[in-house]
């Protein structure tokens, strides 16, 4: 039996699966002392309990995901909308290194997927698959490529599905193991957010510490931006996609953002409330991982057993294994190097979404990053797509 849910009782279930993860990251210990994003903790019960309404009874439910990907703009523009130029220049060598050590991964990552691929007998593009595809590229990259390969390589049309499972676990995955490898490399190296974070706290948007008034005024002023920049990066967006230029849906938007709040802060015509940012970007966020997550449908990842399964374990071991050994130590083995190293584990195995729900989780337990929280969704929101695209094609051209 199929029942089909309104976009209201759709946004209504999300935040009673976020609620549930609030709930049992409070009574639970070990979840709350591994940082573990409220989202993903309800969405996995969520998800097993409607696996087991669906395999018992038949059971499933069908929810209109209108808000999902609206949602997700909304939080990528308040990303921009906190990035000042000061921040900007303070964080630009970071990122550019950074972005260098997510691409060298890229090549580990598919490397890993390749080799294991062939050593258990699977088609070499099923590493890709189970590689940075899906892992580092998510749902939108993923059945790109699955398309791509079923019709140029003629590959079996269950590898979508595949593909669809693959990087949904692997969104279950990126919001697990990122609090672990923080706390583990927090305290081996006794890491403190840096005094000098204080000093940036009017022009970062992820601070919990950031106490601007809010009022319900600020809160409309601040919406009113937000979908100011997502309006005219809707306009940008359909513009250049006429003439063949194809953007993600949600970088017009954080550009534009990024460049109203440096007109307001560089023109003082308006001060930007922080605290009402991150509010926004916060709920956004997390409504929008809760969506992603209870979407999931438990029996299709049967199509995971054996090999892909295998491939996964592994590759989230290497990507544990990179974050603490190589992302950490090349960044500057600081508090702000672990908290991008969780971050690296989110959108290593997920979506950018989780990498900063992984730090979110973090900062709100050890102190403000504003740094990670400038790097990390830059990288993983835009430059790390140039670079997978460049990647796979480079090992399509190899193994095939």
């Known amino acids: 039996m199929n029942i089909n849910v309104s976009v209201i009782e759709t946004l209504l279930v999300a935040l009673v699966i976020l609620f549930l993860g ?6 639970i210990r070990f979840l709350r002392n591994n ?4 989202p993903v903790v309800g969405g996995i019960i969520f998800s097993v ?3 087991m309404a669906y395999f018992v009874f038949d059971f499933q439910i069908q929810f209109d995901m209108s808000f999902k990907s609206p949602l997700m703009t909304v939080f990528f523009t308040t990303v921009g909308l ?12 970071k990122v550019i290194l950074f972005l260098a050590i997510a691409s060298i991964y890229l090549i580990v990552q598919n490397a890993v997927g390749v080799s294991l691929a062939y050593a258990t007998g ?4 099923m590493g890709l698959i189970g590689g940075s595809v899906t892992l580092s590229g998510g749902h939108g990259n993923g059945a790109t490529y699955a398309d791509l390969f079923i019709q140029q390589f003629n590959m079996h049309s269950s590898v979508f599905e595949l593909a669809m499972a693959t990087a949904t676990i692997g969104l279950f995955l990126g ?19 840096d005094e000098f974070h204080e000093s940036l706290d009017d022009t970062v948007t992820f601070n919990p510490e950031d106490h601007d008034l809010v009022t319900p005024k600020k809160m409309m002023e601040t919406l009113f931006f937000i979908l100011l920049c997502m309006s005219l990066g809707h306009v940008m967006h359909l513009t250049l996609a006429d003439i063949g230029i194809i953007l993600p849906a949600f970088l017009l938007p954080l550009l534009f953002g990024v460049a109203v709040t440096n007109i307001c802060e560089l023109s003082k015509l308006y001060n930007m409330s922080k605290a009402c940012i991150d509010l926004w970007g916060t709920m956004a966020l997390s409504i929008f991982l809760a969506m992603a997550l209870m979407s999931l449908k438990i029996w299709e990842l049967t199509a995971l057993a054996g090999p892909m399964l295998f491939i996964i374990l592994i590759q989230v071991v290497v990507l ?12 500057g083995k600081n508090y702000d190097a672990a908290i991008m190293a969780g971050g690296h584990c989110g959108f ?15 900062v709100s337990r050890h102190g403000p990053s504003p740094q990670a929280f400038l790097v990390v969704p830059l990288v993983g929101a835009f430059f790390i797509d140039i670079t997978n695209a460049l990647v796979i094609q480079f090992y399509i051209a190899f193994i095939t």
């Open 175 to 193: 919001g697990l193991v990122g609090g672990p490898v923080c706390k583990k490399l927090i305290k081996k190296y006794n890491l403190k957010a």
């Open 348 to 362: 290593g195995l997920g979506a950018t979404p989780t990498a900063v729900a992984n730090m979110e989780a973090l």
């Open 320 to 331: 544990m294994l990179f974050a603490y050994f190589v992302t950490f130590r090349v960044m």
């Open 82 to 93: 906190g990035a000042s130029f000061s921040l900007l220049l303070k964080g630009g060598p």
């Open 122 to 125: 699977l088609q070499p593009l």
């Open 49 to 51: 309990l409607s696996g």
């Open 35 to 38: 940082n573990i994003p409220e």
């Open 22 to 27: 609030y709930f049992c990251n409070s009574k």
